[in-house]
């Protein structure tokens, strides 16, 4: 019998419905362990026209048409969202090597079938910057959606901020607290922003670190004398990105709006995130994957080219954060996992050869999260399997507003499919990655766990080792405000506002 009508019916109430894909293929995945955040379970499951129609043991194979995948012994999850990426940006006086060809091509290699990039405005201006991005992504391999930089303020940014959210499907905005002279705001621009975006339901998120105090040590630097790439790390110590976490929380806090903190890279920005969590304030924490398993020492390596690898904002710290961030990641403090993939070949890199300052700050790892995750993280035990797909992919589609569309392999959603071979090992360099980059921050890096094929609407885009990555196969995916996060936020403002008292004066009191 042909299976595909059968479920196209019953998937009508799913996440998208039938019809996504759009190219007939029909695969069937039989006999894995189907990994959602919410349960693993033995399960085939069937896919039409680029939607997950079926999830159920024993589904028959029906006519030759189908495409039969055997995932036994392995596990089936949905393929990874990356909620911090650069492709194609300007930054520094040069632009990262990697665009939304080359970039889609390395992630679906690595298991990431959607990411989430960062619009950078054009001049302050967020139609423009909208405009460049869009024909930026036209070569697109895979899903992708937007935030947008607030770079500065005034009253047509206001209005365009609401013009991205109701009529271009972005529902996050970033704060740089730092890159002074360039992408740096100041209190009084995030705390307009702040309230700007509580009102429209759209996530603010901060990139955290105080700015005035990073071109202060770096100024420092200079002056002892020292302009090589440990020059980086010494400039901006992690006080600085304890700081600003801290003052972004608390002013997310007096507006009352939710904050995203990106790239969490010291145990004194975690710690803030902690404390602010405990006291049941809204802040989500992303780690990304150089934090969690590099340590500062390669920023003193006497090879710049080495050395100048390593730089990013904020850096890499000293051996024993990265492993109280993988603790706060396991414990729930930490809730995605991104990557800040911002990649500049050697050549970019040495821009900086004479002064730290200028050397490009970025990393890559796109291509490298799922598996650096999967074997950091789920071969040693700190997590669990369907953390594993929770902290790579499904909080991502919650917290964007996404899911069950993206994030999960349910009736309805896009088939963003996964199989991950726990037996088979994985090896990384710059010679077989799919980074334009002739550098990689994972050289020579050896784990556990291997992602065989990867589906990315339907299509089978890797597999063996082959790829598939078509320019122009990938969608935009708008994000909806108002996600989970804003869930209740009215009813805590009207107890904050019933809060509030009126002085009773002596007279009165009397009186009354
Ligand atoms: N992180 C970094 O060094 N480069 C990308 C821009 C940013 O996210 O700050
Ligand atoms: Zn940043
Ligand atoms: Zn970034």
Request: charged share 25%.
């Amino acid at each position: 019998s042909h299976p595909a009508h059968e479920f196209c019916a019953a998937a009508g109430g799913g996440a998208g419905g039938c019809g996504g894909g759009g190219d007939g293929t029909r695969i069937l995945i039989k006999g894995g362990t189907v990994v959602n955040a919410h349960r693993a379970e033995e399960a085939d499951v069937y896919i039409e026209d680029g939607v997950v129609v079926a999830v159920r043991p024993n589904i028959p194979v029906g006519d030759d048409n189908v495409r039969v995948t055997d995932a036994t012994g392995k596990y089936v999850m949905p393929g990874g969202i990356d909620p911090h990426t650069h492709l194609e940006m300007e930054f520094m006086g040069t632009v990262t090597i990697d665009d939304f060809y080359s970039g889609h091509a390395a992630a679906l290699a690595g298991g990431t079938t959607m990411h989430i990039d960062f619009v950078i405005p054009v001049n302050g201006n967020l139609t423009a910057g909208l405009e460049s991005y869009k024909h930026k992504a036209e070569k697109a391999a895979m899903d992708y959606g937007f935030h947008m930089a607030i770079t500065k303020w005034n009253d047509e940014v206001s209005r365009e901020m609401e013009v991205m959210v109701k009529e271009h499907g972005i529902n996050s905005f970033k704060f740089f607290m730092a890159y002074k002279g360039s992408l740096m705001v100041t209190d009084d621009l995030l705390l307009q922003g702040l309230q700007k975006c509580k009102s429209l339901g759209a996530l603010a998120m901060v990139h955290a670190e105080n700015g005035d105090a990073v071109a202060e040590g770096q100024q420092r630097m200079i002056d002892l004398g020292i302009t090589g790439p440990e020059g980086h790390a010494l400039s901006r110590p992690p006080v600085l990105e304890g700081e600003a976490t801290s003052r972004a929380i608390r002013l997310a806090k007096f507006v009352n709006t939710p904050l995203y903190v990106v790239h969490v890279m010291s145990t004194d920005a975690m710690e803030e995130i902690a404390k602010a969590k405990r006291e049941g304030q809204r802040v989500i924490g992303e780690p990304v994957v150089s934090g969690l398993v590099l340590d500062d020492s390669w920023l003193w390596d006497p090879d710049f080219a080495t050395a100048s690898k390593y730089v990013m904002s904020p850096p890499i710290r000293e051996a024993g954060h990265n492993k109280l961030l993988q603790a706060a990641l396991s414990s729930g403090i930490l809730q995605l996992v991104g990557t800040d993939h911002c990649t500049f070949n050697s050549t970019q890199k040495a821009f900086g050869a004479y002064d730290f300052r200028k050397i490009p700050n970025g990393v890559n790892g796109i291509e490298e999260r799922m598996h650096i995750i999967w074997d950091s993280m789920v071969e040693t035990g700190k997590i669990t399997v369907t953390d594993y797909v929770r902290v790579t992919s499904t909080e991502c589609a919650k917290i964007f507003n996404i899911y069950p569309r993206k994030g999960a392999i349910l009736e309805g959603s896009d088939a963003d499919i996964i199989i991950l071979n726990p037996k088979r090992s994985f090896a990384m360099g710059a010679r077989t990655h799919h980074s334009r980059s002739d550098t990689s921050v994972y050289e020579g890096r050896k784990g556990k766990g291997m992602v065989e094929v990867t589906i990315s609407r339907g299509r089978v885009v890797w597999e063996d080792g082959n790829l598939n990555a078509v320019p122009g196969a990938g969608r935009y995916v708008r994000t909806p405000p108002f996600g989970y996060l804003f869930d209740g936020l009215d009813k805590s403002d009207a107890v904050y506002r019933a809060s509030l008292r009126a002085p009773v004066r002596r007279g009165e009191a009397a009186a009354a």
